[in-house]
C-alpha cells in the first residue's frame, strides 16, 4: 500500500526571488516547509552564489517541471578579469592572477563576438554533471579531473551593461541563453580570450521561461505571510498548473471526451493541429494536461493531471 504524503495537497508553480547563499535545494525545502505541501520539486538549479528566478512546482505541477528545466534562460551577472578560480566563481580559490589594466571596452566586445550563437561550452569540472553516477563537483573536490566533452549551448544574445577598467576589471553583462549554458563557463572564456582569466562574481536570473523577475517573490516575504498564518495569501503566489507549458496550443474539449480522455482513450477534436504536443482543457476551463496529436489526427493522453491539480 502507497504510503499518504503528508501536507496539503496543493498544485500550482511558485516563482521564487532565491536569496544568496541557499542551495536550489534548501530553498525548495524551505518553501515545501512554509506551504505545508505535500508534494513540491524545482526546475533546475541556480548555485548558491546566485539570485533570481527559480521556479518552485507543487502538486500536480511537478508533472510538467521538465518544460521548464528546458526553457530559455537569462541572466544578469559581473565578469571579473584578471583573475581566475577553481570553481569559476568568487568562492573557489585563486589558480592564476594578471594585470587587466590594459583592456579596453573594443577589445572585451571583441572576444564576446565569439561567445555568441551556437558554441560549443565545456562544462566546469565544478557542476552537478554526473560522471559514472558521481557529480563532477565531488570528483573536483576530491582534486580529482576528467575529460569533459564539450556540449551544444546557444547564446541569443550577450550585451554588455557596463565596462569598469582595472587590474581587476569588471564587466556587467546581460545573457539570454539556451538550458544547460554555464554563465561560469562564459567568464572563464572570456578571461582566456582575453589572457587574463576571468570568474563570476554575481549572477542574478532574470528569465525562466516564461517567467520573469517582475512576477518574483521573496522569500522574508512568505515568511512573514507564514508567519501571521495567512495561507490565503501565500497560495495567491501560486500561478496555475499549466502556465508552465503555456506555449503549447490550448484545445478545448467537451466533458464528454474529456471522460475518455482521461480513461486513456485518443478523442477526435475539431480544428486541432496536425501533429505535436497540445494542452488540453475542458470547456469549463480546469486543465486536464499534455496530448498529443496522432497520424489520424485524434488527441492521445500523454500527461494528465489529477482531477482538480
Known sequence: MARRRRGRALSGILLLDKPLGMSSNQALQRCKWLYSAAKAGHTGSLDPLATGVLP????????FSQYLLDADKGYDSTFCLGRSTQTGDSEGETVSEADASDLDLSQIEQALEALRGPIAQLP??????????????????????????????TIMSLE??????????????RILCSKGTYV??????????LGVGGHVTALRRTKAGPFELAECVTMPALEALHGSQNLVAMDAFLKPTDTAVAH???LTLPESSGFYLRQGQPVLVPNAPRDGMVRVALETGEFLGLGEILDDGRVAPRRLVVSGG
Open 160 to 173: 554588455v551593461l557596463a565596462f569598469r577598467p582595472g587590474v581587476r576589471a569588471e564587466v556587467d553583462v
Open 124 to 153: 566546469p569540472m565544478y557542476s552537478a554533471i554526473k560522471r559514472d553516477g558521481q557529480p563532477l563537483y565531488k570528483l573536483a573536490r576530491a582534486g580529482i579531473e576528467v575529460e569533459r566533452q564539450p556540449r551544444p549551448v
Open 248 to 250: 503549447m496550443p490550448l
Open 56 to 63: 518552485l512546482c507543487f502538486g500536480e505541477a511537478t508533472k
Open 184 to 193: 561560469r563557463s562564459l567568464a572563464m572564456d572570456l578571461g582566456e580570450a
